[in-house]
């Protein structure tokens, strides 16, 4: 396994500064924004691809630092009903591909994106019960009518640029949360699909990781390494869905934490041995969203830790065996 860093965080910093910063402090690939909610700071599009200096530039810079492009990072919501949003998602997401193919990158991570609820709907509507039967209806019309099409579509456009894994974040909010709705848009449109596996959105949804990494085997083609706390006090009250803003620590039912601040490290250990059992021997990308830390702080921690828990080398064999 490598030890990758998302670098929207060092959106601050030139491209080189932050290479050379992560090289020296052991990181072995980048995750580059190139659109959509990440930004673009590292690697914009309307600039790269109109320059082929300026692509050799970035792989000259990559191949310096000795790092590798684990993925290139373009969430959004490509779905949304109020077009003109759903468009500029969309035409960040296709230019991101396209990027990804002059780079000879093969992963992009996005969201799935969430429709309305009808073709009237002006906002996202995101189902989380099964009654009334007025939720059932919207859930038909959400994968039926947009979702499956518009995925189906947008893979075959990845594929002929060279693009044959879009990871998707498993992320609250939009039509894939969890691993059922991942695997149900995987045997839809096909295996081009699959996850980025951010724990993080799936220890606050109750969901074990272990369990969920056992349970897309073969189907987990990047990896965000991110933390959840659960404030047992505020959960006892309230529950997880929890929509206070971020920056109210206290009061909420869980938040975000640089690895390791939300769970110890039986259980960052155990999913790194269940990705390894399961096949997967990419990149832990580390993605730092920790309120109570600064990015520098949360970055370097977040590294420590990983460094403890991660397999680097390949695989042994019992002495007897």
């Not at 468009?87 to 093969?106: I, P, Q």
Request: charged share 25%; aromatic share 10%.
């Amino acid at each position: 396994m490598k030890l990758g860093v998302m670098t929207v965080l060092l959106g601050n910093m030139k491209v080189e500064e932050a290479f050379k910063y992560l090289s020296d402090s052991g990181v072995q690939a980048v995750e580059l924004g190139a659109g959509g909610y990440p930004g673009k700071a590292h690697a914009n599009p309307e600039e790269l691809l109109n320059d082929g200096g300026k692509i050799r530039e970035l792989k000259d810079l990559v191949d310096k630092y000795n790092l590798e492009i684990s993925s290139l990072s373009c969430h959004g919501n490509p779905v949304h009903p109020q077009k003109e949003i759903a468009d500029a998602f969309h035409d960040d997401f296709e230019k991101t591909v396209l990027l990804a193919e002059k780079l000879g990158v093969r992963r992009v991570n996005t969201f799935s994106g969430c429709p309305g609820d009808s073709p009237n709907s002006m906002y996202p509507n995101w189902v989380t019960c099964p009654w009334p039967d007025d939720f059932l209806k919207i859930l038909e019309y959400q994968w039926n009518d947009v979702l499956i099409p518009y995925w189906e579509k947008t893979t075959a456009f990845a594929k002929d640029h060279g693009v044959d894994m879009i990871c998707l974040e498993m992320h609250p909010g939009f039509a894939v949360y969890n691993p059922e709705t991942l695997l149900k848009l995987r045997a839809a449109v096909g295996d081009v699909i699959g996850a980025n596996f951010d724990p993080s959105h799936l220890f606050w949804q109750g969901i074990d990781p272990v369990a969920a990494i056992r349970e897309l085997a073969g189907a987990i083609y990047h990896f965000h390494a991110k933390d959840t706390k659960i404030d047992a006090i505020n959960t006892a009250v309230n529950g997880v869905l929890d929509t206070k803003h971020y920056g109210d620590e206290i009061n909420r039912s869980w938040i975000f934490r640089s690895v390791g601040y939300g769970n110890d490290y039986q259980v960052w250990k155990d999913m790194v041995s269940a990705l390894r059992m399961v096949g997967y021997d990419y990149v832990l990308s580390i993605e730092h969203e920790d309120s109570l830390m600064t990015p520098n702080e949360g970055l370097q921690k977040a590294i420590a830790f990983l460094k403890e828990v991660m397999v680097f080398e390949d695989k042994g064999e019992m002495w007897w065996a």
